[in-house]
């Protein structure tokens, strides 16, 4: 069996004390645990939005080198 803990959190601190408990289980929980890997990240989010045409202003630029 495999565990496998995520956790987002408001800042840096709290997600620090969540590794530090989720170790401990390691350490101390039962015996022949396969590993462990802990880091902390992070992670930006992403959300899918609609904007009305109207909302929008679309220009294109074209630039040319003569080298």
Known sequence: MRLRVAAR????TMAQAITREVETLYTNGPAGGGG????IQAIVSIGSI???ETDTD??????ESNK
């Open 9 to 12: 959190t408001p800042d840096k």
């Open 58 to 63: 679309i220009t294109v630029s074209y630039w």
């Open 50 to 52: 609609l904007i009305p």
């Open 36 to 39: 462990i890997r802990s880091h």
